[in-house]
């Protein structure tokens, strides 16, 4: 079984930074493509970023210079830096993608979400 965890949200004012880390565990051989989506209340979730094995990414236009994905295979965690934070970012964000477990099974893992609020 392969579980992802996120961490890393929380309350903060416009213009400030968050960290947000997901981490998968369990019975893992790699993580392949990952990203980070959000869903804002009374809105579709949406994705934000998005990093493949090879570490290519792609971004949605409006986070585009302000975050960055990036990920550390050896310690199966994909992270999203976030800087000058604007009120409207404030949403759940999810980390979903695809990894190998051990049997070399193709897995969808999503995380449970963690809260981003950014107001002052």
């Known amino acids: 079984q392969v579980q992802l965890v996120e961490s890393g949200g929380g309350l903060v004012q416009p213009g400030g930074s968050l960290r947000l880390s997901c981490a998968a565990s369990?019975?893992?051989?790699?993580?392949?493509?990952m990203g980070w989506y959000r869903q804002a209340p009374g809105k579709e979730r949406e994705l934000v970023a998005r990093?493949?094995?090879?570490?290519?990414?792609n971004y949605v236009e409006s986070v585009k210079s302000r975050f960055t994905i990036s990920r550390d295979n050896a310690k199966n965690t994909v992270y999203l830096q976030m800087n000058s934070l604007k009120p409207e970012d404030t949403a759940v964000y999810y980390c979903?993608?695809?990894?190998?477990?051990?049997?070399?099974?193709?897995?969808?893992?999503w995380g449970q979400g963690t809260l981003v609020t950014v107001s002052s």
């Open positions: 990093i493949r094995f090879g570490s290519s990414t």
């Open positions: 369990g019975s893992i051989f790699r993580i392949d493509a």
């Open positions: 979903g993608g695809n990894v190998f477990n051990s049997d070399l099974r193709y897995l969808e893992v």
